[in-house]
């Protein structure tokens, strides 16, 4: 080989050597997939985990998966969780794990009711004779909507995620993942059913966490920010870009979901400014702020889910990898706007 050829092949190698150097990265989430989860399984199939030096294996939870104590064992890296009631559990049991990013604005949970039943207004909800809500629903936002909005326990009534008992009572309400739900309510009863999400009426609480392990976001800081930046423009590529290889790996994922549900679940993400509203649109996807935080932790007293000093709200997120204004720029190119 020539001499004068090497200082360019090394040079070449060394620019390559990053792109070949990746980090293995396990993410779980909290249920099969679906639209909710898009965004991640975007950043995978366009490669932009990639891109950030990630080779990251996305392993799904289910009704008979719980991954959320594999996050504190160290079998996985990062976990998608519900809302922040999770991370104030984690942090009241010394469990530690920190949130990261929140890359839904407002929490799904939702109460839906049949339309012409004078339910349009959520303060008539209250007096529906009957609630269908799940156990984990009636131990945690039915006690706040109890304190905050006059709901009593007469009504409750359980639910086990049929929709029947709901359909065949004009005058119930129930509660639902609002950008689910109402499309199974549409396809079973073939009506538009009112929908009511908890968020718009105080439930400030940030909802599709991203939590790491309190150790994670000490030692390798670069590591977390990775994930959340490239997270981040997931979310922006799948919400406004194109998410067909997105939407293939979901299907393969789960397929018990339709092409068709999961984009009316985008267009039912976008409407009710899910993911990328409030903070969101100055700050960028999976913003979040301590004031919100601790505004939500106050509510959840007042409901009697926590005592005073149980929950030390310094360990529940680390704000430093948010609020960066990432994906913007990319916003912009795809909105026009």
């Keep these: 080989m020539p001499m004068k050829r090497l200082p360019w092949l090394l040079a070449a190698l060394w620019i390559a050597a990053p792109a070949l150097a990746q980090d293995k990265v396990i993410f779980a989430t909290n249920w099969k997939a679906q639209a909710a989860h898009g965004g991640f399984y975007q950043a995978l199939a366009d490669g932009t985990y990639r891109q950030y030096g990630l080779d990251v294996t996305i392993r799904s939870g289910g009704p008979q998966v719980n991954n959320r104590p594999l996050l504190p064992a160290g079998r996985i890296d990062f976990l998608m969780t519900g809302n922040l009631l999770h991370s104030f559990d984690n942090v009241k049991n010394g469990v530690p794990t920190v949130v990261v990013a929140a890359m ?53 009534k359980p639910y086990n995620y049929n929709l029947g008992p709901f359909l065949a009572n004009a005058k119930a309400i129930q509660q639902g993942y609002s950008v689910a739900e109402p499309i199974y309510v549409k396809n079973q009863g073939g009506f538009e059913p009112v929908v009511h999400l908890l968020a718009d009426h105080g439930f400030s609480t940030y909802s599709t966490l991203i939590e790491a392990r309190a150790d994670t976001v000490k030692n390798r ?43 009316a679940s985008v267009a039912l993400m976008k409407k009710q400014g899910i993911v990328d509203s409030g ?51 990319v916003k912009a190119k795809l909105t026009g706007k």
Excluded: C
């Excluded at 106050?298 to 409901?303: F, G, I, R, T």
């Design 104 to 156: 839904f604005q407002k929490d799904p949970q939702a109460l839906i009711a049949h339309p012409g039943q004078g339910y349009e207004r959520f303060e008539a909800l209250k007096n529906a004779p009957v609630a269908l809500i799940a156990k984990d629903g009636q131990f945690s936002w039915w006690q706040w909507l109890k304190v905050a909005h006059g709901f009593r326990d007469e009504a409750l």
């Design 221 to 263: 800081p670069e590591l977390v920010q990775r994930f959340v930046d490239a997270s981040i423009l997931g979310w922006v590529n799948y919400l406004y870009g194109n998410r067909t290889a997105a939407n293939a790996a979901m299907l393969k994922a789960n397929p018990e979901m339709s092409e068709a549900e999961l984009e």
């Design 279 to 329: 903070e969101a649109l100055a700050g960028g996807i999976g913003a979040m702020n301590a004031a919100r935080i601790a505004d939500f932790h106050a509510q959840m007293l007042k409901a009697g889910l926590y005592k005073p000093g149980e929950v030390d709200l310094s360990k529940v997120a680390a704000l430093q990898f948010v609020n960066k204004k990432v994906g913007l720029a």
